[in-house]
Each structure stands twice: as C-alpha cells, then as structure tokens.
C-alpha cells in the first residue's frame, strides 16, 4: 500500500473516530434533556395529584357545611321544643332524636361550639346582649341563645351569646 492511500484511510478512521464521539455527546445530551423532562413532568404530575386531593376534600367539605347550615334551625326547634315539653316520655322520644342527629354531626367531624363561661372570641360568638355579673370576669359568655357550629376549625354558625362586661 501506498503511503497516500494509509494517510487517507487513517483519516477515515480519524474522522469516524470524531464522529462517534460527536454522536456519543449528542446522545449523552439527549439523555439528560429527557431525563430532566421525564423529572419534571412526573414533578408536575404529583402537583396535579396533590391539587386534585385539596380540591376533593375541599368540596367534600363545602357540601357538608352547606348541609348542616340547612339542618340547624330544625335542631334549633328541636332545643326549643325540649324546653317547652313537660311529657317525659314525649321529652325522651326528642332527646333520643336530637342525640342521633347530633351523633350523625360528630362523625362528619360538625360539632357544637362550647361556649358557655369562656372567653368571648368575636371569631366563634356574636354577641348580642351585655350583662353584668361579678361573679364572672369580664367578657365571660353568660349565656347562649343559639347554638353555633364548626366544621373541623371552619365556623359553620356563629353562636349567639351574652357577654359579661363589668365597666
């Protein structure tokens, strides 16, 4: 073989060599464009996930609140038929009735406000009347005249009250 014809094909080897490590780079690049691609849209998926489960829980919740809010002034008229009846026996067949509903309301996560001799807290109580009372410190809810209601931390219904205020 000539001189010439092993430097042309030891230039064909060189630039085969070159364009291997050319393709080898560029498909190194591509691997990791996918790679960064795969990552962010598996990323971008669990934020769907997470957001559709928000979403779920807060509609769930919504239509519960939505629910009781329609429910409370039969239990209203439940508490107020309660102190009107003399009849135990009507009394107990009431009492019986209003514990299921409010058990039903325990266990979607409703429950009654407890108000009476806290603190007056403008968030959870509306206040409608002052009293005086020194055996109280002041702003002590006195007394209830409607019941209110939270779901889970979420107010429902406030409850109404008198505050003791001594000035």
Same mark, same amino acid.
């Given at each position: 073989?000539?001189?010439?014809?092993?430097?042309?094909?030891?230039?064909?080897?060189?630039?085969?060599?070159?364009?291997?490590?050319?393709?080898?780079?560029?498909?190194?690049?591509?691997?990791?464009?996918?790679?960064?691609?795969?990552?962010?849209?598996?990323?971008?998926?669990?934020?769907?996930?997470?957001?559709?489960?928000?979403?779920?829980?807060?509609?769930?919740?919504?239509?519960?609140?939505?629910?009781?809010?329609?429910?409370?002034?039969? !239990? *209203?008229?439940?508490?107020?038929?309660?102190?009107?009846?003399?009849?135990? +026996? $009507? &009394?107990? %067949?009431? /009492?019986?009735? @209003?514990?299921?509903?409010?058990?039903?309301?325990?266990?979607?996560?409703?429950?009654? !406000? *407890?108000?009476?001799?806290?603190?007056?807290?403008?968030?959870?109580?509306? +206040? $409608? &009347?002052? %009293?005086? /009372?020194?055996? @109280?410190?002041?702003?002590?809810?006195?007394?209830?005249?409607?019941?209110?209601?939270?779901?889970?931390?979420?107010?429902?219904?406030?409850?109404?009250?008198?505050?003791?205020?001594?000035?």
């Amino acid at each position: 073989m000539k001189d010439k014809d092993k430097k042309h094909i030891d230039e064909k080897s060189e630039n085969k060599a070159e364009e291997t490590k050319l393709e080898n780079v560029e498909a190194k690049s591509k691997e990791s464009e996918y790679l960064e691609l795969a990552q962010r849209i598996k990323a971008e998926f669990e934020n769907y996930k997470r957001r559709n489960a928000e979403i779920a829980t807060t509609s769930y919740n919504n239509g519960i609140a939505v629910t009781v809010e329609k429910l409370l002034p039969a !239990i *209203d008229s439940f508490n107020q038929a309660k102190s009107n009846i003399t009849d135990d +026996a $009507v &009394l107990s %067949g009431i /009492d019986l009735i @209003y514990n299921q509903m409010m058990k039903a309301l325990n266990e979607l996560n409703v429950h009654k !406000i *407890d108000c009476l001799g806290k603190v007056f807290d403008p968030n959870l109580h509306n +206040a $409608v &009347l002052v %009293g005086k /009372d020194e055996a @109280y410190p002041d702003d002590t809810v006195l007394e209830e005249y409607q019941s209110g209601f939270m779901l889970g931390d979420k107010v429902i219904r406030h409850s109404t009250v008198k505050v003791n205020r001594l000035n």
